[in-house]
């Protein structure tokens, strides 16, 4: 595997599930990212860590909850979604913040 | 208000024809740079700019930095399907410090067809 990995690439989950979004990366960086996407809106921020430190969480509900174990590996867990968090979820890695970010194919996730 | 506002939002265009699109802001970045996203798939790095007023060229492809770094364009010349995308400009604030994050503007969705 090269790059940024990203799985599941679909989710369809229920309002009462719990779930969880795994991102690999293959590059050696110190930096990763979790980003929604939704239609007709910018790229949000949702938080980045960098050296396995969480250094920014946007004003993003607490039904998200992110987990970086090491720096190759980042997770967003999922718990009691609402339609509008329907969305693609990316996640990117860099070498340091604020420089090139490399993004994994995204989560393409649907609340029911 | 967006930050990095994306021009036009959508563009409709036949095989070989040229276009630009804009990316503007009322603020000033200490780097701009450029993504191509396709369905499907996550943003690809084009390019980064760093001086104001600095021009790079990326085959058909022409990026430029406004000289006070509030504003870039992208120049594609004879475009064809394959440049089809999602193109998304980003930008780090030069006021954010040790945060350094990447803004990104909301996109022009390019369609070129054959």
């Known amino acids: 595997e090269t790059g940024v990995t990203q799985t599941p690439r679909h989710l369809v989950m229920g309002m009462t599930n719990k779930k969880s979004l795994k991102c690999e990366q293959h590059?050696?960086?110190?930096?990763m990212y979790w980003y929604k996407q939704s239609a007709k809106k910018p790229l949000e921020l949702m938080f980045v860590?960098?050296?396995?430190?969480?250094?920014e969480n946007n004003s993003v509900p607490s039904r998200f909850s992110p987990e970086c174990p090491n720096s190759s590996h980042l997770f967003l867990h999922l718990h009691t979604l609402q339609p509008e968090d329907s969305a693609l979820y990316l996640c990117?890695?860099?070498?340091?913040?604020?420089?090139?970010?490399?993004f994994g194919p995204g989560t393409r996730l649907t609340v029911t | 208000t967006q930050l990095l506002e994306q021009s036009p939002q959508f563009l409709s265009i036949q095989e070989g024809e040229n276009l630009t699109v804009y990316c503007n802001s009322s603020?000033?970045?200490?780097?701009l740079q450029w993504y191509r996203q396709e369905p499907g798939e996550g943003p690809v790095l084009l390019v980064t700019?760093?001086?104001?007023?600095e021009v790079k060229k990326l085959k058909r492809l022409t990026f430029q930095f406004g000289d006070a770094r509030k504003d870039s364009s992208l120049h594609i010349t004879a475009a064809q399907p394959g440049d089809t995308g999602l193109y998304l400009c980003?930008?780090?604030?030069?006021?954010?410090?040790?945060?350094?994050?990447?803004?990104f503007g909301s996109g022009t969705q390019l369609t070129v067809l054959p």
């Open positions: 990117a890695s860099s070498q340091g913040t604020g420089t090139m970010q490399y």
């Open positions: 590059l050696g960086h110190n930096a």
């Open positions: 860590y960098s050296l396995e430190e969480r250094v």
């Open positions: 603020s000033v970045f200490s780097s």
């Open positions: 700019v760093v001086t104001g007023g």
């Open positions: 980003a930008g780090v604030l030069i006021s954010s410090g040790s945060a350094r994050q990447l803004t």
